[in-house]
């Protein structure tokens, strides 16, 4: 790697954050020389698909969601949202594992907040107790204490026992992997607290937002919202190729990782693991957080430690291809979760054939189960054949299936979620403050401001924007 220019921009590592963040830094200055450097053989980070015959496999991420909107005006700016497919019309709704049966979320009840009142008289997922303690959250006082808060403890708070462990704990988990008991409300469910610092209640903020209107989608839905997704036909890792393509012819050095940055005068001197260097006024981290520990160690010691200190957990998603006669279930559902007190082996799984069309013939289903996580970690030490049994075996007791799949693939992404546990928006704080301390560096990862496609894009964009 030569000397570059001085608006020229390092980016280190493809996945999704840095892509992403050079797709925003090229729109902005398409004559900016940018450089993106990947340790391994491919960009995209977990997105990851593979089609075999007519199968179309996400191993990774499947879609995104329109809120906040930053995936989706990109696909916009790099003229692609033509591209994009929307969830099925039928089969829609999320379900959850309820004393070894699947039972529909109530219609309308979104994450914490029930929008409509009748389904949550007549779910059979809460008890008459459980229902009248969640009714009686508009009598709950509002905290005082500005603290972060775990989740469960401000949904055990405001809702009870009951709905947290049946409804809004697993709901909650499936979206980070985690342990609700210490999530951090400030950095993950940051909305709900600022109804109860405003409205006093999560029952008087859903009166007001239905007066408003603002609840016109969220009273038509039930749980995931789905219509408020999107896919590509030929599955997610459509998306990273874009954005490569996106780049001018170079930009992207696979299997090229960064070994050392050093501060040189006024710029940073990037040494590559294939020898080379180069010099640049701008350096973006888009690594995980163990990775942009290392390189930050010396640049900037407090953030390098906050970002070791930061958990992640793993996770197995097992890929079966079935026969859909195999399936006793015929409910065409687009996925379920599995709260921890059904005491199963599995954390959810998701019909992805049922989501999106295209991805499979209509007489077979792709479905992806979920094991491992924060909770259950010790699975993950069984080999990829136990894994598949013990989706196989759960799956057999919950929807029926027989048979033997038409294929199945195991894919483990090993300390790929980070845990936004209690004290987070802090934390976040403390490694920015550390960074502002070298001037030229900076940090993107979905360890610190929100995961998930559209959070991850949409930091990539605030990133490009300050960066001259």
């Not at 696909?75 to 999320?94: F, H, M, Q, S, W």
């Not at 409509?116 to 008459?128: A, E, H, N, R, Y």
């Not at 789905?226 to 001018?248: D, I, V, W």
């Not at 930061?310 to 859909?324: E, F, G, L």
Request: hydrophobic share 45%; glycine share 8%.
């Amino acid at each position: 790697m030569s000397e570059e220019t001085e608006l020229a921009v390092a980016i280190v590592g493809g996945g999704l954050s840095g892509l992403a963040t050079a797709a925003h830094l090229h729109l902005k200055n398409p004559d900016r020389k940018l450089v993106l450097l990947e340790a391994s053989n491919r960009v995209g980070g977990v997105i990851r698909t593979e089609t075999i015959d007519d199968f179309v496999l996400d191993l990774g991420a499947d879609m995104f969601a329109l809120n906040p909107p930053a995936a989706i005006d990109l696909c916009r700016k790099l003229g692609v949202e033509d591209r994009l497919i929307l969830p099925n019309k039928t089969g829609r709704g999320a379900m959850i594992v309820h004393r070894g049966k699947l039972k529909p979320l109530p219609d309308g009840f979104v994450l914490m907040r029930a929008t409509k009142m009748f389904p949550m008289l007549t779910t059979g997922l809460l008890s008459l107790r459980g229902k009248l303690r969640m009714f009686a959250e508009a009598r709950v006082p509002k905290r005082t204490s500005n603290e972060d808060e775990s989740v469960a403890s401000f949904v055990r708070r405001r809702l009870g026992n009951e709905v947290l462990q049946q409804i809004v704990g697993p709901l909650v988990a499936g979206i980070y992997t985690a342990d609700v008991e210490t999530l951090s409300m400030n950095a993950t469910m940051k909305a709900f607290v600022d109804m109860e610092r405003e409205y006093g209640s999560l029952t008087r903020a859903t009166l007001a937002r239905r007066r408003s209107g603002q609840d016109s989608v969220e009273r038509s839905s039930a749980g995931a919202r789905y219509e408020q997704f999107r896919a590509f036909p030929g599955g997610m890792m459509e998306l990273p190729k874009l954005l490569c393509e996106s780049l001018p012819v170079g930009t992207v050095r696979l299997q090229c990782g960064v070994q050392s940055i050093e501060r040189l005068d006024d710029r940073w001197l990037v040494r590559d693991t294939e020898g080379g260097s180069g010099l640049y006024r701008n350096v973006v981290i888009a690594t995980p957080p163990r990775v942009s520990s290392q390189l930050l160690l010396k640049i900037a010691p407090a953030a390098s430690a906050e970002l070791s200190s930061i958990k992640s957990s793993s996770t197995a998603i097992v890929v079966m291809v079935v026969r859909r006669d195999d399936i006793v279930e015929k409910r065409r559902m687009f996925g379920f979760v599995v709260p921890p007190i059904e005491q199963r082996k599995i954390l959810a799984a998701s019909f992805a054939s049922e989501k999106f069309a295209g991805r499979a013939p209509d007489d077979h289903v792709i479905i992806r189960v979920f094991i491992g996580g924060t909770l259950q970690p010790e699975l993950l030490e069984n080999d990829d054949e136990t894994l598949v049994k013990i989706a196989r075996s759960e799956l057999a007791d919950l929807i029926g299936l027989r048979g033997t799949p038409v294929l199945s693939r195991v894919v483990r992404w090993n300390n790929a979620m980070p845990q936004y546990t209690l004290g987070h928006v802090e934390r976040v704080r403390r490694i920015r403050n550390s960074i502002a301390n070298a001037p030229g560096i900076h940090l993107i990862s979905n360890a610190l401001d929100g995961v998930g496609i559209a959070p991850v894009i949409a930091a990539a964009e605030k990133l490009a924007s300050k960066i001259s």
